[in-house]
């Protein structure tokens, strides 16, 4: 599913964010990436998602080998990625389900489709009542969860996301790792990066801990342990 052989990535200024880093993830799969600041998770994800290049090395998502990819097909790959990140990124001028039928849109599906798969889609994260509520009238674990439903509508294999808890408090944090858990029940695989060390150690799940750009700890059930972690 996915594949990093090598990969090295070095900025214009010279700076080396990734380095010879490997990392192979199956599909189905739920990983939680951890790291301090500065450590390369943000370069992993926008190498994933085609924002940056990488600069050697292989990586192969979901069968495309992005050495062979071009400007043409990179919609093709965000397409089959869906990315949530912390601070949710909702149009505030639009409804909840105008939110989540944005991504659909802007894909050119029709509007029969959109009809009949936001509501779905805001049923499983749990907001059927908030279709017609704007993002200011939501609590942050709703909004949360309209970004998933916005992330998932066109039923990506894969879903990033990126520090999805940061700004919510502890009873919404834990809501929101359900919801994904249940996500990944479904068969997507799941890709969560995150700081708190109390949801990488109660998960039980994959740990990869990156420091310096390159992996340096990958364990099975694992905990967040390195230095500076909060």
Do not use: C
């Amino acid at each position: 599913m996915i594949l990093f052989d090598r990969v090295t990535k070095v900025y214009p200024n010279q700076q080396v964010a990734l380095s010879g880093l490997n990392l192979h993830i199956q599909p189905k799969e739920f990983v939680t990436i951890v790291g301090s600041s500065g450590a390369g998770k943000s370069t992993l994800i926008k190498l994933m998602t085609r924002e940056e290049s990488h600069t050697s090395g292989k990586i192969i998502v979901g069968g495309l080998d992005y050495d062979t990819i071009t400007p043409r097909d990179v919609p093709l790959v965000r397409r089959r990625i869906g990315v949530v990140f912390q601070d949710f990124k909702l149009l505030p001028n639009r409804r909840v389900g105008e939110n989540v039928a944005f991504a659909l849109e802007v894909s050119g599906a029709r509007g029969r489709e959109i009809k009949r798969a936001v509501p779905k889609m805001l049923q499983l994260v749990g907001l059927s009542s908030k279709e017609q509520a704007f993002p200011n009238e939501l609590s942050g674990g709703e909004r949360q969860r309209v970004a998933i439903a916005r992330a998932l509508i066109r039923q990506p294999k894969i879903l990033i996301a990126d520090e999805p808890t940061g700004n919510l408090d502890p009873k919404n944090a834990w809501e929101i790792i359900e919801l994904l858990l249940k996500i990944n029940r479904f068969g997507t695989t799941v890709l969560l990066t995150t700081h708190n060390k109390e949801i990488v150690n109660a998960l039980k799940r994959r740990v990869i801990t990156i420091n310096r750009g390159r992996i340096i700890k990958d364990e099975e059930q694992g905990r967040y342990t390195l230095e500076g972690g909060k």
